[in-house]
């Protein structure tokens, strides 16, 4: 596997998944790709159309498929907890489908019950979808969040526990998501401070990281929101990009951005990323 990081973004796939899809990433400049295979807010079930998934599939481009927003295992609501089975179950089988190399899944809340009772949760409704990837599906990508409310995983630190109820399972992934991190507590900003939360992400994680969110922050460190900027315009800055895809952990590690505006500012963002991947050179 190379160490170059592809660049990419969550495409629109308006006209098709792969249709639309593969004709918006190619606009952009796109090198790898994260969809929506649902609707993002619903929980309606969309099976898709074949030709379009094989179409994808085969397309060559990396692809990450990327969960609706409402999926929580860490809620004490059977119907929420029942929903979020059937639409992950449902999202894994589809990423199967389209080639996907991961799903994304945000972390969860445990909303007005303890941690404990929301850990016992995730170890016996979502381990056991985990268990039922075929050989070759896309793994299982956890996206920490920025810590608002009772949320589950914020920190890289707070994965250790994630990971231990999903028993360390082979299929289980991190996607680390820049502007989630900062808003939690990691300052990127800082001096030193894009090393020190990777060198902790490998003590915690090693070897999962799969995907980046590369988002910056409308938002202070630890402000606890997640507000997506474009590259270089929010609070982390741009130079932070360039170090995230210098450290050792992210080598091979696809950056997707999640970046406000349309297809102008995905350009934008990508080209600005692709800029700052380049090797560092001495004055």
Not at 174 to 203: I, K, N, Q, R, S
Request: glycine share 10%.
């Amino acid at each position: 596997m190379t160490s170059r990081n592809a660049i990419g973004a969550h495409v629109s796939v308006a006209g098709g998944l792969a249709t639309g899809g593969l004709r918006y990433a190619a606009d952009v400049g796109a090198e790898m790709a994260q969809v929506f295979v649902t609707n993002p807010r619903t929980w309606a079930l969309n099976d898709g159309d074949p030709a379009e998934d094989a179409k994808l599939a085969a397309s060559g481009l990396p692809v990450f498929a990327h969960a609706p927003y409402l999926v929580n295992f860490g809620s004490p609501t059977p119907a929420t907890l029942d929903s979020s089975v059937a639409v992950i179950r449902h999202t894994l089988r589809r990423g199967a489908q389209i080639g996907a190399l991961g799903v994304v899944v945000h972390t969860g809340s445990a909303v007005s019950q303890s941690r404990d009772d929301a850990m016992r949760q995730i170890h016996e409704h979502l381990l056991p979808l985990v268990e039922e990837i075929p050989e070759g599906g896309p793994d299982l990508l956890l996206e920490p969040m920025a810590g608002q409310g009772q949320m589950l995983c914020a920190t890289v630190q707070d994965l250790g526990p994630y990971l231990e109820a999903l028993e360390h399972h082979p299929k289980v992934g991190v996607c680390l998501d820049t502007c989630h991190a900062f808003a939690a507590g990691h300052d990127l900003a800082a001096p030193g401070g894009v090393a020190e939360m990777l060198d902790a992400l490998h003590v915690t994680a090693p070897g999962r990281l799969k995907l980046i969110h590369a988002n910056d922050s409308k938002d202070v460190c630890g402000s606890k929101k997640d507000r997506h900027e474009n590259i270089g315009a929010g609070h982390i800055g741009a130079e932070p990009f360039a170090e995230i895809m210098r450290h050792p952990v992210t080598a091979g590690v696809p950056l997707c951005i999640e970046t406000p505006g349309k297809a102008d500012k995905d350009r934008e963002n990508i080209a600005l990323l692709k800029k700052l991947r380049e090797p560092a050179t001495g004055g």
